[in-house]
């Protein structure tokens, strides 16, 4: 699918964790939670990924800039808001799909069976 985009929500403070690392910055496997939910993006080849953050993490993806769309999120308010912020930077006639920044061991073929789906209706 040539005209999809992905926006991964990765904006929340995590505050379940009980922790000062956001929770999408925590290790596993090696690497930080959100690395796997944007290998897993990037393995769909879509044509722009964009990546909701909020300001205290921004930083932190100063180095993706050039790869992929980063979207503030001023106002942690929910996920509807995240997906609201992040609407104006999608391209006329894309197809989006929308990942969560938190889950990391979504697998690739999973989501390509979806976007299989979305193709045939």
């Known amino acids: 699918m040539n005209n999809l985009e992905i926006i991964i929500l990765a904006a929340g403070k995590g ?3 009980k922790s000062s ?3 999408v910055l925590h290790p596993l496997g090696g690497k930080p939670i959100i690395e796997h939910v944007l290998d897993t993006a990037r393995s769909l080849k879509p044509k722009k990924i964009h990546l909701v953050i909020n300001l205290e993490i921004k930083n932190e993806f100063d180095h993706l800039k050039n790869k992929i769309n980063l979207i503030i999120q001023k106002n942690q308010l929910g996920t509807g808001d995240a997906i609201n912020v992040a609407i104006k930077s999608f391209q006329k006639n894309s197809n989006i799909l929308v990942l969560y920044g ?16 979305k193709k045939m209706k």
């Open 102 to 117: 938190d889950v990391p061991f979504t697998h690739s073929s999973t989501l390509k069976q979806i976007i299989k789906f």
């Open 15 to 17: 505050t379940r964790m």
């Open 21 to 23: 690392t956001p929770k």
